[in-house]
């Protein structure tokens, strides 16, 4: 059975391109272009996994995902943007996306970041490694949390590799591990990136007022 | 004179200070009992008040005729709904008011012969009187129109008027007093103290009143420039959109090499994006900026697009420079020879060094072989490098792509 994914996005042209492209092998449930019609839409069609546009009218993509996550967990959410901010994309995946890549993404590689997303994986663009890496960057005065608000020298590692442009596969040959260790560590570090109390992640996110 | 026709209930109307002359309720004209209204208290009370100060030298009259001139007369009290038929002044009305105005010409013309200054000042009050409230009919209109909608469709609280009645009562009361402590002391040219005192009561009184429309005058000049401010900033980004943005889409429009359109729409991209986030052309001295426009000439002179990542930044010195200059030449290699469509670039400034990174996924060569003709390579990379005291890596094998690692210690200050 083919992934079900659902777009939400405020450009029809993009929609249309993306739905087009996705067609035959995934199964397109759906698409809005507002922040309400996208949360009622997305609780009654139940997708895998959905597409959802940073910048939207009335509340911002980070609206949808922390509305549709508080009732129905098991969706996941794919988040995807022409913008460079780091601020919005960090209250993205504060919010609950499972990654974040740029809307200048090869086609072939959209489907591979989805059926990542639908596996459970993170899906970690040379862009937003490169965020994480700034934001983690320095070490925190007597952290809240080590275990959460620092990056091992291994993850940091990997985010390095995948800043450089390397395909997960590509940063595991480099470091003689598995793709599946690569996985995990970039989860780890989506995790974190998620429940930081570190002051930079913080800052962004109640910018935003999602925390 | 200047008197407004009595009988008119229209949005058209002198302003009010939320009083209307009560024409159901009225002794003279229904000024009381509208002042009374607005305030909130019995109309007996207003009445009286006039009654005394028409004791005082007759300037309850004069003040009668100013509140008449300043007002305009209702059917009904202000409050009620404007769906009211508009009634035209009856003849009889209308002769009881000529008769009223009659009457306070009389009483201001007794007080003339009888104290003398009184005519000179109460004449020029007057007249100064009904010229502000022509001049505030005239110069006032949208506002006026608004204060009208306002109270007549009920918009405004109980409370708000309520307020805006306590105000003009307490105004206006303020200024009778200053008029009479400055009557009296001119009387009797006691002294200059008592003037000063009566300047200033007045004052309070006048800008109790006037205060409020004042501040709206004020406040909507003030909403005025902002909307210019952004109707000017409107034109500016449309400016520049149409001198980049639709300049490149007609030129995608016309190409018909995909690539091309490609390269095209990506420059454009960096181009608005460095825009929107305030990014104006100048280095400034930071070595993220620097490395970004050396990525974006190659992106426009070579045709290929770069992915640029940068994680921290410093300012430029020599050093610092000098991996800018090699980052660039090796963006310039792989454009060239590398034959892969996008590059990346990943520049990283630690508390000890910086690092770049310029991949590309493309034929890659043996590095052991390279041609002496590659000048790019060992001059403009490894040597340039190794002057200022970096390094130079290159990692590459034939079909596996090359990766260009520069690094240099940051300057101790």
């Not at chain 1, 663009?125 to 952290?143: H, W």
């Not at chain 2, 005519?119 to 007249?127: D, E, I, K, Q």
């Not at chain 2, 000048?375 to 490098?385: E, K, L, N, Q, T």
Request: with cysteine.
């Amino acid at each position: 059975m083919s992934i079900s994914v659902f777009l939400v996005d405020d450009h029809a042209l993009f929609l249309s391109g993306v739905r087009a492209e996705l067609g035959d092998d995934f199964d397109v449930v759906g698409q809005s272009s507002d922040v309400d019609d996208a949360i009622s839409d997305i609780l009654d069609t139940q997708p895998d996994v959905v597409l959802v546009d940073v910048h939207m009218p009335g509340g911002g993509g980070h609206a949808v995902i922390s509305n549709v996550m508080e009732r129905t967990p098991e969706v996941k959410f794919l988040a995807l943007s022409v913008s460079d901010a780091p601020d919005d994309v960090i209250a993205m995946i504060r919010a609950g996306a499972r990654g974040y890549i740029t809307k200048s993404i090869a086609a072939g590689e959209l489907g591979t970041a989805i059926k990542r997303i639908h596996d459970g994986d993170a899906v970690f663009s040379p862009r937003l490694a490169g965020f994480v890496l700034d934001a983690f960057a320095g070490t925190v005065q007597a952290p809240l949390d080590p275990e959460l608000d620092q990056l091992t020298n291994r993850e940091k590692e990997v985010l390095r590799l995948i800043a450089r442009g390397f395909a997960y596969k590509q940063v595991a040959r480099k470091l003689d591990i598995s793709i599946k260790t690569v996985e995990t560590h970039v989860s780890s570090v989506l995790r974190k990136l998620q429940l930081s109390n570190r002051h930079e992640l913080t800052r962004w996110a109640s910018d935003r007022r999602i925390v | 004179m200047a008197t407004p026709a009595s009988g008119q209930l229209s949005s058209a109307g002198p302003p009010n200070f939320g009083v209307y002359r009560r024409r159901d309720d009225r002794v003279v004209a229904g000024l009381a009992s509208g002042m009374a209204d607005a305030v909130g208290i019995d109309a007996a009370y207003v009445r009286a008040a006039f009654v005394a100060l028409l004791a005082v030298s007759g300037l309850g009259g004069l003040f009668y005729l100013i509140g008449w001139a300043m007002t305009s007369s209702s059917v009904v009290d202000a409050r009620s709904v404007p769906s009211d038929p508009i009634v035209p002044a009856s003849p009889i009305e209308r002769h009881r008011t000529i008769g009223a105005g009659l009457a306070f010409g009389g009483v201001l013309l007794a007080l003339s012969h009888t104290v003398l200054w009184l005519g000179a000042s109460s004449g020029a009050v007057t007249l100064t009187a009904f010229g502000l409230a022509t001049l505030w009919a005239r110069s006032d209109r949208v506002q006026r129109t608004r204060w009208t909608n306002a109270l007549l469709r009920g918009e405004w609280t109980e409370k708000s008027r309520r307020e805006l009645g306590l105000r003009a009562g307490a105004g206006g009361f303020l200024i009778l007093v200053g008029l009479t402590i400055l009557f009296t002391a001119t009387d009797t040219l006691r002294s200059v103290g008592a003037v000063l005192l009566a300047a200033l009561v007045t004052g309070g009184g006048l800008m109790l009143v006037l205060g409020p429309w004042m501040y709206r005058l004020w406040s909507d000049l003030r909403e005025e420039r902002r909307e210019r401010i952004r109707s000017e900033e409107r034109e500016d980004l449309a400016a520049h959109l149409h001198d980049s943005v639709l300049q490149t889409l007609a030129l995608i429009q016309r190409s018909k090499n995909p690539e091309e359109q490609a390269i095209l729409a990506r420059i454009q991209e960096r181009e608005l994006r460095s825009w929107l986030f305030g990014y104006n052309g100048d280095n400034g001295g930071s070595f993220a900026k620097a490395i970004e426009s050396a990525a974006a000439s190659v992106e426009r002179d070579h045709q290929i697009a770069v992915d640029v990542v940068t994680v921290g930044d410093c300012d430029l010195d020599p050093g610092v420079d000098a991996v800018v200059k090699a980052a660039r030449e090796a963006m310039v290699n792989a454009a060239k020879h590398s034959g892969a469509r996008i590059l990346s670039v990943f520049a990283e400034v630690d508390t000890g060094e910086v690092e770049v990174f310029v991949t590309d996924q493309g034929i890659g060569f043996d590095t052991a072989a390279v041609n002496d003709d590659r000048h790019g390579i060992s001059d403009s990379i490894v040597a340039r490098m190794a002057r200022h005291g970096g390094s130079a890596d290159i990692d590459s094998e034939p079909g596996e792509g090359t990766e260009v690692h520069l690094r240099i210690a940051r300057s101790v200050r």
